[in-house]
């Protein structure tokens, strides 16, 4: 596949998935089925769906990325740049390790020292798009060492979010999924021991995912019964079972991580944005494309970053997202009030 197609893929894919799964936030398994039903189609507003900060964080990584030209200490300060704005466009749902760096880096805190001690899954949302733009596993490294910095310094972030954009890279190059060479770069990452727990559940969700057993099951066997947490030692395993047991199935993958319950947006934009890397857009269902209402709004990054095209100041470009924001969070805040009901 060309490379256009799978950063639109990854784009694209990490979209549809983030609003399929967002109505599921924070619900578990059993909740979610009896509230919702299965994850089929869009059901944030009137069958229709929008992104969240999933989405908008790799939209944000992907341009810095290609404005930065192989420049890693220029991506950082593109990358904060971004994020010091899209901090001012009120996104509803922003993890508190990353409005805290945020808030360091409007008070001039450079973006090696932004970052917070946090083991959040902030850093592996920004992953998969480096996985499909960076050009060698060691570039990838630096790449993703600089975007976790920004805003989690815990190794734990850094070594997940680097397993992401692994699998990442060998998904938009089309090479079959392959755990044990994720694992081995896993394990090499930055020249130092990763933490045990993560690679621990990475080798477990090799293991299951050659048994193939199902995401679900694999989660319930590694203590995520309620569901995946926003905790990236239980994120990354999850995530890279189902890419590893669908690889080329776009719905089946997206699908399975939000049945698992929990932070089932981030969970599903981060394997939709793999997967999408692997199947291109066209992989993902024409249907769940088509009522997503922002996807005008990503297809226009997609071209603007792919051509390099000069964008607009960066706060007229993000501010303008603002009426949309205040209407996504009211909608956010309704289906909030809607839990509060039956059935339970």
């Not at 994020?83 to 996104?91: E, I, N, Q």
């Not at 815990?154 to 680097?162: E, T």
């Not at 969070?329 to 509060?340: C, D, E, P, T």
């Amino acid at each position: 596949m060309a490379a256009f197609e799978a950063f639109r893929g990854c784009l694209i894919g990490c979209a549809v998935a983030d609003s399929i799964g967002l109505p599921y936030e924070g619900l578990t398994a059993r909740r979610a089925s009896l509230l919702l039903g299965e994850p089929d189609r869009h059901r944030l507003i009137l069958g229709h769906g929008m992104v969240s900060d999933d989405t908008e964080h790799a939209i944000m990584t992907g341009a810095a990325f290609v404005s930065a030209k192989g420049d890693v200490d220029a991506f950082s300060r593109e990358l904060a740049k971004r994020l010091r704005w899209w901090l001012m466009a009120m996104p509803a749902g922003v993890g508190f390790a990353t409005l805290k760096s945020c808030l360091k880096l409007w008070c001039g805190v450079k973006p090696r020292r932004s970052g917070v001690r946090s083991a959040g899954n902030g850093p592996a949302m920004r992953a998969p798009v480096l996985g499909v733009l960076a050009h060698s596993a060691e570039e990838l490294e630096r790449f993703v060492l600089a975007s976790t910095l920004i805003s989690h310094t815990d190794p734990r972030s850094q070594a997940g979010a680097f397993a992401i954009a692994m699998e990442a890279f060998r998904a938009s190059r089309q090479l079959d999924p392959a755990p044990m060479t994720t694992i081995a770069a896993l394990e090499r990452f930055q020249g130092v021991e990763s933490p045990q727990p993560l690679l621990e559940s990475v080798r477990r969700a090799a293991e299951s995912a050659a048994r193939c057993e199902s995401t679900t099951d694999f989660a319930t066997s590694i203590g995520l019964h309620r569901g995946i947490s926003g905790f990236i030692v239980h994120t990354v395993p999850v995530c890279l079972h189902a890419c590893w047991l669908y690889p080329r199935d776009f719905k089946a993958a997206v699908q399975s991580v939000i049945r698992c319950g929990g932070d089932a947006g981030t969970t599903a934009a981060i394997v939709g944005g793999i997967v999408g890397a692997r199947v291109g857009a066209e992989g993902v269902p024409e249907r769940w494309r088509s009522r997503l209402l922002d996807l005008a709004w990503v297809e226009r990054w997609v071209q603007r970053t792919s051509s390099f095209e000069n964008h607009r100041p960066e706060a007229i470009a993000t501010l303008s997202r603002l009426p949309r924001n205040v209407v996504f969070a009211a909608i956010v805040i309704g289906h909030g009030f809607r839990r509060l009901l039956p059935p339970y």
